[in-house]
């Protein structure tokens, strides 16, 4: 029982490695900004807001908050551990083997699964790009089996995949449905990753410039076209105008959507073995692109929800180029370059995804929980060659059987899983020295600040909102129960975390990041926690069977 809880000793000062270190400070805010402004703003945006309203801006101000945190939290293992991995390494280190497998498993769901969304994004936005151009791929050809089925039986809107599923061949008595631009562009991807970080780096560097030009350009000229009463719709259930129609839990419900355009900074940590002076840059590329990309996030949601009423965003899968089209502001030229940028846009996103969990596969295969074919370097190119080729083919199958929604949901509550354990395990970590030219977390004693921020927190909005707290245990409401339930529990373990850092003196920093993310998660539906026990049980399988057996630590 103690090996599974096992920690592994890190050396701060060990940067060997075999990878090559050509990344810069500017390089990571590069690979930072195109991982988390992409699919995020130019596809799952439109969700958020068809689920929030305008009041999803709250959320991007929340996830933000919490995101902001949590970074510190990465920049301070950062700064110790100058090892790829990324949570894996920091878990193993903090809580043990058992825990770092778990999370390594998470992360595995975040990089691979994440990608299989990102992909679906590319091809939404590829296909509406070659249309306004006059060129059409059929529609059977440019979805997923599982998607174009859906609609039909629930009797979607959405034209496209309604026609997907009416028109498509049949071949062995099965429909013909697959998404060729998503499965293109993943395999162009791979070979990029496989061929090298600088290459990719340098790729990356030109789109990111590129994209956040046009941003900027949709913003300037969005603006002008913004009718705030779009800011305060009327609700259909109330009758009454409101900031967010759809209720708090409404704002929450689109947690998925917000969070997923965050995930991407912590595959920056993944690049540390490719970093240059990895405990002093990584830390403020991380921060720095956290922070830009926060603020073009909440002007994106100004600007779509004031130029066009949130609830024409249903099934809207590329809301950028949506909000200028003849139905809306009939801004042609906007339409058509939002369109392409989209396109560059989301590739970025694609490529540090594909470079992250590689990486995370290498640094596990180091340590004898996945096989060492995993951790074979290119002889040539530096990259881990046979884990980019298996990540490919782990993205690039359930493209085929799957579906955007299902994959988004399940991405978000890994992510945000993988962000609660790095919180918390720098809060077990022990005191270091300080190093001139090193990131250090500030510790701030929490014993008194952080009860009374939580607990202040809780009579002030009782005092303002006290109808929620009388129906807070009514858990069988069909609208709000299992928000309702999650709160609950989430209260419940705040007021835990009170009594422990009144007993322990914890920091106060990573406590605030901690309770920040476990609120994210109140946001998760029922079927997000069952198929992420699922994806766990599976995962501890696995575990068991061979990293168990094969852990170096175990055997050493």
Not at 207 to 221: R, T
Request: one cysteine or more.
């Amino acid at each position: 029982m103690n090996q599974l809880f096992r920690r592994k000793n890190y050396s701060a000062t060990d940067t060997s490695t075999n990878l090559l270190r050509v990344l810069g400070t500017w390089d990571i805010v590069f690979f930072g900004i195109a991982a988390i402004i992409g699919a995020g703003s130019f596809s799952s945006l439109g969700e958020a807001v068809f689920r929030g309203g305008p009041g999803v801006i709250l959320l991007y101000l929340i996830c933000g908050f919490a995101c902001g945190f949590t970074a510190l939290c990465y920049a301070e293992f950062a700064s110790r551990i100058p090892t790829a991995g990324s949570a894996y390494t920091y878990a193993y280190a903090s809580f043990g083997e058992l825990m770092a497998w778990v999370i390594g498993w998470a992360l595995i769901m975040e990089y691979s699964f994440g990608n299989i969304y990102v992909a679906f994004s590319w091809s939404d936005y590829f296909t509406s790009f070659l249309e306004r151009l006059g060129m059409h791929i059929p529609d059977y050809l440019t979805c997923s089996y599982t998607e174009a089925k859906k609609a039909f039986q629930n009797g979607s809107e959405n034209k496209e995949l309604i026609n997907a599923w009416t028109s498509a061949p049949l071949l062995g008595g099965l429909k013909l449905i697959v998404d060729i631009p998503a499965l293109v562009i993943n395999g162009l991807i791979t070979w990029l990753c496989y061929r090298g970080v600088k290459e990719s780096k340098n790729f990356n560097n030109s789109l990111v410039i590129l994209k956040l030009a046009v941003i900027v350009l949709v913003i300037l000229v969005g603006f002008s076209y913004i009718n705030t009463d779009n800011w305060t719709p009327v609700s259909v259930e109330t009758g009454t105008s409101s900031f967010m129609p759809n209720g708090f839990a409404g704002v929450m419900s689109a947690v998925s959507g917000v969070f997923f355009a965050y995930i991407g900074f912590d595959a920056l940590s993944v690049l540390s073995e490719e970093t240059k002076d990895p405990q002093k840059t990584l830390p403020k590329g991380m921060i720095i692109s956290l922070a830009l990309c926060t603020v073009i996030y909440i002007c994106l949601t100004l600007v779509l929800t004031g130029m066009v009423d949130y609830r024409k965003f249903d099934g809207v899968g590329d809301p950028l180029s949506f909000i200028f089209e003849k139905t809306n502001a009939n801004v042609a030229w906007m339409e058509l370059t939002v369109s392409f940028v989209a396109i560059v846009a989301i590739t970025t996103v694609l490529l540090v995804f594909q470079m992250g969990q590689p990486r995370i596969w290498y640094a596990m295969s180091r340590d004898g929980l996945m096989p060492q074919k995993f951790q074979q370097v290119h002889p040539k190119y530096k990259t881990p060659a046979f884990a980019t080729i298996v990540t490919g083919l782990v993205v690039g199958i359930p493209i085929i059987f799957t579906d955007k929604s299902f994959i988004l949901d399940f991405t978000s509550i890994g992510t945000i899983f993988a962000f609660v354990l790095v919180c918390a395990g720098v809060l077990m970590l022990p005191p270091k020295e300080k190093i001139k030219g090193r990131f250090h977390l500030p510790y701030i004693n929490g014993k008194i600040i952080f009860p009374v921020i939580f607990i202040g927190a809780l009579v002030g909005f009782y005092y303002f909102q006290p109808e929620f707290f009388d129906t807070l245990m009514n858990w069988n409401d069909d609208k709000n129960g299992e928000f309702r339930a999650s709160i609950f529990f989430f209260i419940l373990i705040n007021l835990g975390l009170c009594v422990l850092t009144f007993i322990k003196n914890l920091s106060l920093i990573p406590l605030i990041g901690l309770s920040s993310c476990l609120y994210l998660l109140t946001g998760m539906s029922h079927e997000n926690w069952f198929y992420f026990g699922i994806w766990f049980a599976v995962g501890l399988v696995i575990y068991f069977c061979y990293g168990y057996q094969n852990s170096k630590l175990r055997n050493a």
